[in-house]
């Protein structure tokens, strides 16, 4: 469908809305067999039908003016990001439906969308948000102040009404519910309206704030609907401060909320692959390139503390426990398929296998089906789990989108071309031609796979040939014959013929063992077998009873259990780095391995390396520092160094907050007026011109010392330092010669109340409080 149409004063543009170069099949169209990938389907359809609709709607039917059968959820669910998680549970349900027909979600999910209809308002707006509307009634007058994670004091707000946005979409398209359709235009139009009235510098200024993937949903209803009106506010709605850098190749993007800018980044390709235009394309590849080749870990994940570091140091991977948050790759793997529909690559299809089995797999839990937010890279750390009724991070949300739709990648087709990107266990019904491929495997554990061929016609088969196989070693045959099995340009091996029913093609893919550093080319290292990344289970303290399980605090996704000096971790010990022949497969356990000798230190001589994703409910090492045997010594001198003060201020910390990022301060209840949030030097900074204040937890009343962290260019600077309304300190920063230094404030004994500290931070007249670069509630040092 093409369409001719004008923004503001420019020239007439015409669109095909439909191009594409290749088109994944629909979720419907493939259904997966037994695996890995079925058994996570399997459990996250336990987990979908054991959350509480009913419960998921109150944030809607409150702020709808309706009567409430049940209370909403706590956790996220009732601090400000209140019906992000209904919207997560639309798309999942939607997700459920195509990829399984089971007649319990599909009531699920008709039910769900009945109520939401009930909620939604004559002018069209839906949503959960905690006295939304009358926020959203000022921002339509222009009234409005937004930081990097609020928009006239509410959290996040078009992040979250954009979950509902995407679940009416999913609802919509992916599972043909009318009434969605009709909800989703209804919703836009009041997105439109309230929006008609800002400036684009309004827009821009709001777009501060994280807002997921509006642009993205919009041009989605564009190509669905074929009105432009929607392509124009997705344009609106895209933030020039990240496309434009990333137009132009470049890469400003840390120090940046990581997860805020991947939705953004997948909407600059629909728009993209909407318009032609070729700087919106350009800016998705510049950013999926970085991220991919110099911000991710061997996972596919990135980001320390859900921000993304200097690429130059992964120092904070392996030090903080906050390792790659799992949504950051449920998105990026969205930006990976648009962008292998556009330009259908290996590259892609290698990516997302590795991401897909590493990180996304790996991040549920088998049995429960909990989902894990932070997956550390820290030798020896762990991950928790969300509980159903409990855990309503943003990670949950994703997670049981992601465990739905495990089909969608395995194949796709560009007219007579048929990709197979992934060897999954599944079969693919391809409509268009009549046919049916089953692909049989127990892929990763055997490295082949039989594709059979139901039916007759005329096509190209196109079989990815994965980085992770040698050139010249990937074996294929039709029917038992041998065929050439080279890739073309593109990664992909082509085999052109007229497939008669009963056609068999198989594919050998030979794996081999293989060490992977990390980016910045620092001492670590992971190990990989094929596309798998091997880690090992490790117990380092003696007895120990690991709570793997989350409980519904604010901070509970984080793994807070003690974390292990890193100088006890094991090592790799060998003369060279040439010792990959030390890795021996366990003969009956499919990708398990020793190294007898190689790995040396505390309790290594019965590890086991195993597939990350199969590891679970334990302490783990994923990334290895490497030493020859005389170095050894001395390497864990050095570490042991380097951790002792980190160490010794962790044991020394009550509580501590990252001012200016925006899950630390949500966990400690921030407030402000006219606050702001920046970026200096890769560090986060808050100041306000009027006041801000955060909650510390102290639940035994230990904290002593109030360390605050600033910046020598903010010298001269005078503000007030509050604890629980008393006065702490009056502050006027001085210079200094060090650009960040720390400032130690006492804190009178008995001075927290409820297990809390409220600080508060208030400008004098005529100045700002701030910059704050960090604050941290210590013990006393005397012990």
Known sequence: ???????????????????????????RDVRLAAGPFLAAQQTDLRYLLALDADRLLAPFRREAGLPLPKPGYGNWESSGLDGHMGGHYLSALAFMVASTDDPRVRERLAYFVAQLKQCQAADGYLGGIPGGRAAWAEIAQGKLHADNFSVNGKWVPWYNLHKTFAGLRDAWQVAGNGDARAMLVKLSDWALALTSQLSDEQMQAMLRS?????????????????????????????????LEPLARGEDRLTGLHANTQIPKVIGFERIGQATGEPHWDAAARTFWQTVVDKRSVAIGGNSVKEHFHDSADFAPMTDEVEGPETCNTYNMLKLTALLFERQPARRYGDYYERALYNHILASQRPGSGGFVYFTPMRPNHYRVYSQVDEGMWCCVGSGIESHARHGEFIYAHDNDDLYVNLYVASTLHWRDKGVRIVQSTR????????LTVQGSATYALKLRYPGWVKPGALRVRVNGKPVNARPGDDGYVRIAR??????????TLPMTTRLERMPDRSNYYAVLHGPIVLAAKTAPFANEKLNVLADGSRMGHIAQGPTCPQEAAPLLVSDTRDFLHRFK????????FTAPGLIQGPNAAGLR?????????ARYMLYWQHSTPAGAAELRLRTAQGEAERIALARRTVDQVAPGEQQPESDHAFQGEGADAGINGGRHWRHASGWFSYRLNDKLGEGR???????????????DVLGNGRLLRSVTLAPDERPFYDVDIDVPAGLARDGALTVKFVARPGSLAGGLYGVRLLRDDTN
Do not use: C
């Open 1 to 27: 469908m093409k369409l001719s149409f004008r923004f503001g004063g420019a020239v007439a543009l015409s669109l095909a809305l439909s191009a594409s170069a290749a088109e994944l099949f629909p979720l």
């Open 210 to 242: 994280e807002h997921g993937g509006m642009n993205e949903v919009l041009a989605d209803v564009a190509k669905l609907t074929g009105d432009i009106k929607y392509l124009h506010l997705a344009r609106r709605f895209s933030h020039r401060a990240i």
């Open 609 to 617: 390396l195993i597939p990350f994703f199969r590891l679970h409910d």
């Open 585 to 592: 497969p366990v003969p009956g356990q499919p990708l398990t």
């Open 705 to 719: 010392v109030l360390r605050l962290t600033f910046a020598a260019a903010d010298a001269g600077r005078s503000f």
């Open 498 to 507: 007229t497939w008669r029913n009963g056609d068999t093609v198989d594919v």
């Open 443 to 450: 892929f990763p554990d055997v490295a082949t796979t039989r």
